[in-house]
């Protein structure tokens, strides 16, 4: 576990503190709390600080990313197993809840949980009670619980995928983290705060700030990964600069921009899985749109010649016309 020293929380943006007020006001109270927020706002760091500032702080702080093992692997994590209770369980193991007793148990990712799992954490949240897994033993535990996700947990259980029951006992505090971009007073302080920790890192004694055109570049950054993101670029455009007598200059975003990167060829892309919204969507339009995308990427491939961009897709001169017209895609050549 990291030290509570090495958990500084950076930023001073009013929403921030305005977070950290939240968080001081929670924090004693021997309840459940709920910490949601994009990934890479800080939920972890915000949870360690929920468990510092309470009363348990002297008792195990104890973390579980419930989204990083099957179900029934997950639960022998979290519940323990006797000896026997399946093949390979030689000896009896304790679960987080057990070695969380008096102290704080951190359930990251917690909407990927299964119904049954729920269920369980839901009686240890009200009578403080489980069995291990393949035992009968009621085992009593004192753990608080900080559960942790980047879902939309009331939209879950609407939908039955997440048990309103214990919705409603995690939720009697819920702590929601703004995303970067909404503190955007934050990310200077930020990253100069990594800056400063990686020079020293790398052994340079002096780091001189950032160039007008780099700062303005992390400001207008969207910071889709959030403090994570931001930490992981600037570390980068630390450990890549190389003349350290001067400000920074290059900042690179996307480490794996490169015009070689497998995937990025007009012809050849979207051959493993395709990255579908989250939301319901107009399937009939994108496939339309995704016809478009590629018919015009070939026809710039064949340099505008209709016989050539036929061959090309594999289709006859006539049908080509045809998704021309369609998409109204004939204006320049008619
Ligand atoms: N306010 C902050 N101050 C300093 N570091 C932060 C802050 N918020 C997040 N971090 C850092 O960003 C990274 C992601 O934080 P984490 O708590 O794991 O995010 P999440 O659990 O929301 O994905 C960690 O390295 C963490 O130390
Ligand atoms: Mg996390």
């Not at 008096?102 to 009686?123: A, H, P, Y």
């Not at 009968?136 to 559960?147: F, P």
């Not at 800056?195 to 700062?215: H, I, P, Y």
């Not at 939301?279 to 505008?304: G, H, L, N, T, W």
Request: hydrophobic share 35%; aromatic share 8%; charged share 30%.
């Amino acid at each position: 576990m990291r030290k509570p020293e090495d958990q500084q929380l950076i930023g001073e943006s009013p929403v921030f503190l305005e977070v950290l007020e939240h968080v001081s006001r929670v924090a004693p109270l021997n309840r459940p709390v709920l910490v949601i927020g994009e990934r890479g706002t800080g939920k972890e760091l915000i949870a360690a600080r929920i468990h510092f500032l309470s009363g348990r702080w002297d008792y195990p702080f104890i973390k579980m990313n419930c989204a990083a093992l099957a179900e029934t692997l997950l639960e022998t994590e979290l519940f323990g197993h006797e000896a026997g209770s399946f093949t390979g369980a030689a000896k009896r193991r304790l679960g987080r809840f057990e070695l969380a007793n008096k102290g704080s148990l951190f359930l990251d990712e917690l909407s990927s949980t299964s119904s049954g799992v729920q269920e369980k954490i839901l009686r240890v949240i009200e009578y403080g009670e489980f069995e291990r897994v393949g035992g009968s033993e009621t085992i009593h535990t004192n753990v608080r619980i900080i559960g942790a996700t980047n879902e939309d947990l009331p939209g879950l259980a609407e939908k039955g995928k997440f048990r309103a029951d214990l919705l409603d006992r995690l939720a009697f505090d819920v702590i929601t983290l703004p995303p970067l971009r909404e503190r955007p007073g934050d990310i200077l302080t930020l990253a100069n705060h990594f800056a400063v920790k990686m020079a020293g890192e790398l052994g340079k004694d002096l780091f001189n700030g950032f160039s007008e055109l780099a700062r303005k570049e992390l400001l207008q950054y969207a910071w889709p990964g959030n403090v994570r993101e931001l930490k992981n670029v600037v570390e980068r455009a630390v450990y890549t600069c190389r003349d350290y007598d001067q400000p920074i200059v290059d900042i690179i975003f996307d480490p794996f921009d490169s015009p070689w990167r497998p995937g990025t060829h007009p012809v050849k892309e979207n051959q493993g899985s395709i990255l579908l919204p989250d939301e319901p969507y107009d399937f009939k339009q994108s496939i339309q749109d995704e016809e478009v995308r590629r018919i015009k990427s070939a026809m710039e491939q064949c340099r505008f010649n209709q016989k050539k961009t036929a061959e090309f897709l594999g289709m006859t001169y006539h049908q080509l016309r045809g998704y021309l017209r369609k998409y109204e895609l004939t204006e320049n050549d008619e």
